[in-house]
Nanobody, 123 residues
């Protein structure tokens, strides 16, 4: 079984930076391909929304609200994704979830989700 483990969340002042990480763990030898990795966020009472997504061979896709401030990247050798968040605003406060589109060596393809990490932007 493959799991996604997020880290890097926390409390930061407005204007500050955080870097989130999302590492595939568990039975990583069962991973054949990771087609895309992405980050979503959710605040209480609202739907989960896309923050950034990076698909193999494509340019990154960002929500308008984070363009120019957030950068998504991947280290394929480590099966790890990152979200660098700069110039953070209070409205960026949310639980951030990692997502990955993974195919296993048994050619089973599905979305995987991390457990979420809290990001709070406040003075």
């Amino acid at each position: 079984q493959v799991q996604l483990v997020e880290s890097g969340g926390g409390l930061v002042q407005p204007g500050g930076s955080l870097r989130l990480s999302c590492a595939a763990s568990g039975n990583i030898h069962s991973i054949h391909s990771i087609f895309a990795m992405g980050w979503y966020r959710q605040v209480p009472g609202k739907q989960r929304e896309l923050v950034a997504r990076l698909r193999n061979g494509d340019n990154p896709n960002y929500a308008d609200s984070v363009k120019g401030r957030f950068t998504i990247s991947r280290d394929n050798a480590k099966n790890t994704g990152y979200l660098q968040m700069n110039s953070l605003k209070p409205e960026d406060t949310a639980v951030y979830y990692c997502n990955a589109d993974i195919m296993t060596v048994r050619f089973q393809r599905r979305d995987y989700w991390g457990q979420g990490t809290q990001v709070t932007v406040s003075s």
